[in-house]
């Protein structure tokens, strides 16, 4: 048992290093037009922290969680215009009516499997609650998604604790991440090859107002594969209805960040796009999949304080709807790339009942792409 969880740690620890192979654009892919943020990633949005908890154990445990830190304060007592769009609702996605109904995220955003929902909201919640500040809190809305991995991973052992929850939210950093099969998409599966966490950003030029937004995806779904036009499903054979056995079903969680002073409304207008991204890479929503998007604004003019005296009116600074194109393209962009640089970083995992999903073919997609 102790060498178990001594490996287990090391493998936690290899994890945590970033971006450990060529991404697509250091490859020659060059999705879209807009320049990228330093690092290509959501934490270049300002203040944006990213954790990731990666639990393999056994023949059978593959799984995990990823935290997304929209800043490093204490949330709860400063909130975030936020906003959700759901593109296909068979899924999970916790706290997601107060969102809707007040505009705000007040917690970390957990990502993990279907079956370890409670898990994530009990863990969000704890950390809110010891927080320092929030001593009187009795209620905390707690944003929580998933995606099903039973196909690699033993989902019905719910394997993961708030604990580590706790951990995945204590270890979000501000930097370069990793990809892969890493946290929530540790087990994972997309377009029929391995699946698991992406990440992209967008640079707007100054002239666009010089904001960034950022996208981070656990991919978990199906359809017709395509990399910046390329139909790589179909010159595959892998794409939905080629035999009437075949299923398209699974989910995409997608987290999209900025600063660009944008409130709920407008959030969920750039929300909305990131479909639009996943379509560029083939999927379809199919019926079984829950595909959500999940977006915030990092703006600190717009924070909403939990304390505040009553009567009196907010004022704010944000971007008119005039000015909104140039951020829906951006979250396109970068939600597209965020999904194939999942792919690339993806590798071939064994799991549950010795089931094997193989990572994409990467030397045989570079010659199409060619």
Known sequence: ????????????????????????????IIIGVLPTGSINAITDVPGVKVGHLTKIEGDDIRTGVTAILPHSGNIFQQKVPAAIYVGNGFGKLAGSTQVQELGTIESPIILTNTLSLAAGIEGAVRYSLEQKGNENAQSVNAVVGETNDGYLNDIRGMHISSDEVIQAIMSAESGTLAEGNVGAGTGTVCFGWKGGIGTASRKLPEGLGGYTVGVLVQTNFGGNLQIDGVAVGEKMGKYP???????????????????APVLDRNLERMAKRAIMGLAKTGGIASNGSGDYVIAFSTAEGLRVA???????????????????????????????EAIINSLFAAETMTGKDGHTVAKLPVEQVMNWMK
């Open 1 to 28: 048992m102790k060498y178990l969880s001594l490996l287990f740690a090391l493998f936690i620890l290899a994890t945590s290093h970033s971006f450990s192979q060529e991404r697509p654009r250091e490859k020659g």
């Open 241 to 259: 209805f080629r035999d009437a056995m075949e299923k398209s079903d699974g989910s995409c969680m997608i987290v999209v960040a900025t600063d």
């Open 306 to 336: 939990y304390s505040a005296e009553n009567g009196n009116l907010e004022t704010a600074e944000f971007v008119r709807n005039d000015d909104m194109s140039s951020l829906f393209m951006a979250v396109i962009e970068a939600t597209e």
